[in-house]
């Protein structure tokens, strides 16, 4: 079993940056994909950025490229959002979720997510 619990999100405004954590408890997440994916009102659950369990290999949507980086600590318990460059449409709940495969862009893939934290982009 897996917690997680994300940190991080407020408000800033536009061209601003935050960094999100997402904290694991029960076990390392070493072992698992983790992605990272945000929700605004009204709209559907869309992926941001995902990295995988060997190599470091990274993910991201096509609207947070260039200004999102998405990262593992050693210990395999911590992974983070570094945001820069933020956008008014980048406002929204955003969840970490952690998979045991590899299908890194489907939120059904994943097994396990936090609570989500709110970020708010003001322009």
């Known amino acids: 079993q897996v917690q997680l619990v994300e940190s991080g999100g407020g408000l800033v405004q536009a061209g601003g940056s935050l960094r999100l954590s997402c904290a694991a408890s029960?076990?390392?997440?070493?072992?698992?994909?983790v992605g990272w994916f945000r929700q605004a009102p009204g709209k559907e659950r869309e992926f941001v950025a995902a990295?995988?369990?060997?190599?470091?290999?990274?993910y991201y949507a096509d609207s947070v490229k260039g200004r999102f980086t998405i990262s593992r600590d050693n210990a395999g318990n911590t992974v983070f959002l570094q945001m820069n460059s933020l956008k008014p449409e980048d406002t929204a709940i955003y969840y970490c979720?952690?998979?045991?495969?590899?299908?890194?862009?489907?939120?059904?893939?994943?097994?396990?997510w936090g609570q989500g934290t709110q970020v708010t982009v003001s322009s």
């Open positions: 979720a952690a998979s045991r495969l590899y299908i890194y862009n489907s939120a059904a893939s994943y097994d396990y």
């Open positions: 029960g076990r390392s997440l070493s072992s698992y994909t």
């Open positions: 990295i995988r369990r060997s190599g470091g290999i990274t």
